[in-house]
Every structure is written in C-alpha cells, then in structure tokens.
C-alpha cells in the first residue's frame, strides 16, 4: 500500500461457504463486500466515527468509483487481513486504498482504490466534508 500521512488500518475476516462461486473459490463481486465490511469496523474502531454518527445527520458514503486488482483466488475458511487506508481526502470525499492478504500464504489476493463522496440522505446529492471529518480522518 502506498504510504502516506494517513494511517493503514487491519480487520480480519474469514471466508464463508456463501461466497463461494462454481470454480471453488471467492466471487469477484465478495472482495468489494470484504472491503466495505472491514472500512465499516474501522470507522467505528480507529476514527470514532461509525456509520450512525453520518445517518444521525443525514450524511452518507457512497462509492462512487472502483479500481480492483484480482491478483490470487482466496478459497474456503480461508483468513483473510483486510488493510485500508485513506489515499487523498478533500472537501468532496475520498479515495480509499486497500489490500486483502491470505493470512496462510501470505500473499496479496486483492487490491485497489474505492472512491467515496459524502452525500445528502435527504436529497440523495453531494455534500462538503466538514473540517471535522477531514480532522477526524487525518490521522
């Protein structure tokens, strides 16, 4: 992951047999679920901000661009660390970098970028990142 002044933060999760697609090994479409989970557990745990402080203001993240690398299949119960950490972030969101390593090997299975804005629940539209946030995420 590249480094930055942000700070990288790790879940763990473990494959399910629910994820499992017809070549025995994880669906593409369960890496973006893995990612989405472990950002979820860190906002709460690292920044203090989880996903009800948003909701209680009628704030949401949304992604809004994706850029994954499928690099090695993860197959059945296996552990999986989940690193995240936020790449840039502006007034209009933020670009999120991760990476999923098999815990067995070792290896990187899956990395990339999500791209988030901060929206409106009300009117469903873009809205600023307050400096609270932009504060609260700096670390």
């Given at each position: 992951?590249?480094?930055?002044?942000?700070?990288?933060?790790?879940?763990?999760?473990?494959?399910?047999?629910d994820?499992?697609?017809?070549?025995?090994?994880?669906?593409?479409?369960?890496?973006?679920?893995?990612?989405?989970?472990?950002?979820y557990?860190?906002?709460?745990?690292?920044?203090?901000?989880?996903?009800?402080?948003?909701?209680?203001?009628?704030?949401?993240?949304?992604?809004?661009?994706?850029?994954?690398?499928?690099?090695?299949?993860?197959?059945?119960?296996?552990?999986?660390l989940?690193?995240?950490?936020?790449?840039?972030?502006?007034?209009?969101?933020?670009?999120?970098?991760?990476?999923?390593?098999?815990?067995?090997?070792?290896?990187?299975?899956?990395?990339?970028?999500?791209?988030?804005?901060?929206?409106?629940?009300?009117?469903?539209?873009?809205?600023?990142?307050?400096?609270?946030?932009?504060?609260?995420?700096?670390?």
């Amino acid at each position: 992951m590249e480094k930055n002044q942000y700070s990288i933060f790790e879940s763990e999760l473990r494959v399910r047999p629910d994820d499992i697609d017809m070549f025995n090994h994880v669906h593409n479409s369960k890496y973006l679920d893995y990612v989405l989970a472990a950002r979820y557990e860190q906002m709460e745990k690292f920044y203090n901000m989880p996903w009800e402080h948003f909701t209680k203001q009628s704030l949401g993240w949304v992604v809004s661009h994706v850029d994954i690398n499928f690099k090695r299949p993860l197959l059945m119960n296996d552990l999986m660390l989940i690193r995240t950490g936020i790449l840039t972030m502006n007034d209009k969101g933020c670009a999120v970098q991760f990476e999923i390593v098999n815990q067995k090997t070792g290896k990187i299975a899956s990395d990339g970028i999500f791209d988030y804005v901060l929206i409106d629940l009300n009117t469903g539209r873009g809205t600023k990142v307050s400096e609270e946030m932009i504060k609260a995420y700096s670390i």
